[in-house]
């Protein structure tokens, strides 16, 4: 387990210097969300366990952002507190075997291999800033091309390291930082990075290699108002380094609009994962016949048009390489930052071609605002795996509701519903269903 000592440090310094001062009280917001979380997870085919997982949990997340204290250097703190209380988690259902010390689908698993009964973590963090740019050290949620939290289950994921974003020419943001470590969506414990390849079992050492640090930049540069450029570059040492250029652009229409979204990504081996000593070592990338070397290149293409209350899509996605897309992935849940990342798989493995459609309705034109519908369906075929043009598909559709007048306005309800089919060696077909409720209060 790493232990926080920096950031609260930092934190203190900063109330000490200026908790009195203009700015930093007023400026300051304070939240809490309450999130009911449910999951059920059934893998249809084969007989290795679990066939089926299901937990159902509360959790409650804080969130306090303080403003900045007067002079030419303001100084602020924000920290977040994460607890989680189990509901429901049978050892059948949690399914985890203790030797592999990770957790389960929602909750982190006890020394019996059942679920804990309730979790909790606090993240602090101590920020600076001068003009325009802004310099924070501590707990991160960082949403950016090259790296991006989870936040698909009762908790949100959150990395800690320090970040700096300046935004001192007009229409150009500036961003870079290093990432050291990651706490999982079901842990408390902050652990050091890794990818897909090398996040297995802790205690095979060859199949657990990690790092401590993670170098990221970039820049988003509005060209107009309708149109974003971005160069991201990413590094974790020992496994790969990545270049992602993107494009985003709204087209108003004589009859609705059309947005365009385009992304390309060039990722390459750097130090123990580019030589084959290295590799033996463990700092291996998953793939198929690449001996787990990071070698890949991922574009995509997705077109959305929107009339009224309609929103229609059409995607495409090619993985080229021999490894599949590496992402920052501790094993316990993480995002990438793909057109393909949907509710149960992200269609990124060596090799597949995936196409998408997608649907989307908002029921505020039908007299029910509030009430949104979202179904896609992919598929990816082509995969690089045991046997030849292994495919897969999704669909996945969600209904959500927010309450928006009266005692409950602003409680929200989803149901998500995912059928995931493959042929893919070491995947499995699953059927999953996730409901959610959730209610944010804001004390000031």
């Not at 924070?136 to 289950?153: F, H, I, S």
């Not at 930082?177 to 079901?186: F, I, M, Q, Y």
Request: aromatic share 12%.
């Amino acid at each position: 387990m790493y232990k926080c000592t920096l950031p609260v440090a930092v934190a203190l310094a900063s109330l000490s210097l200026g908790a009195q001062a203009a700015g930093f009280v007023e400026d300051s917001k304070a939240s809490v969300t309450a999130r009911n979380f449910y999951i059920n997870s059934d893998n249809r085919n084969g007989t290795a366990n679990p066939s089926k997982q299901e937990e159902w949990g509360q959790g409650f997340i804080f969130n306090f952002t303080s403003g900045y204290t007067q002079g030419t250097v303001g100084f602020g703190v924000d920290a977040i507190g994460l607890t989680g209380f189990r509901l429901d988690s049978g050892k059948g259902t949690h399914y985890n075997p203790t030797s592999t010390a990770k957790g389960g689908t929602v909750f982190p698993t006890d020394s019996d291999g059942r679920a804990v009964d309730d979790f909790s973590s606090l993240g602090v963090t101590g920020k600076v800033k001068i003009s325009k740019t802004e310099a924070k050290l501590g707990v991160l949620q960082p949403k950016l091309p090259v790296v991006t939290y989870n936040d698909g289950r009762l908790l949100p994921q959150t990395f800690e390291g320090g970040q700096i974003t300046s935004n001192e020419i007009d229409n150009l943001t500036l961003i870079g930082g290093k990432l050291e470590h990651a706490k999982g969506r079901n842990s408390t414990n902050m652990e050091s990075l890794t990818i897909a390849g090398s996040n297995g079992n802790p205690a095979t050492a060859t199949s657990n290699r990690r790092s401590n640090a993670f170098y990221y930049a970039g820049a988003d540069y509005k060209l107009s108002k309708d149109l974003l450029l971005q160069y991201y570059y990413g590094n974790l040492d020992d496994f790969y380094k990545q270049h992602f250029l993107g494009l985003t652009h709204n087209l108003a229409l004589p009859v609705g609009s059309l947005k365009s979204d385009l992304r390309y990504f060039y990722s390459d081996s750097d130090g123990k994962n580019a030589s084959t000593e290295g590799r033996l070592a463990g700092y291996r990338a998953s793939g198929y016949q690449n001996n787990g070397e990071v070698d890949n290149r991922t574009w995509s293409a997705k077109f959305t048009y929107s009339l009224g209350s309609h929103a229609l899509s059409a995607g495409y996605q090619r993985v080229n390489g021999t490894s599949d897309f590496p992402f920052l992935n501790q094993g316990d849940g993480a995002s990438a930052y793909l057109i393909t990342d949907v509710q149960i798989g992200k269609f990124l493995r060596a090799g597949e071609r995936t196409w998408l459609a997608q649907y989307a309705y908002d029921f505020a034109a039908l007299g029910v605002p509030g009430l949104t519908a979202n179904a896609i369906y992919l598929k990816g075929t082509n995969v690089n795996s045991a046997g030849s043009d292994r495919s897969e598909w999704e669909r996945d559709f969600s209904l959500a509701y927010v309450v928006q007048e009266g005692t409950f306005k602003g409680l929200g309800l989803q149901w998500r519903n995912a059928a995931l089919r493959t042929d893919v060696s070491g995947q499995r077909d699953q059927d999953e269903n996730r409901l959610i409720v959730s209610y944010t209060y804001n004390f000031f």
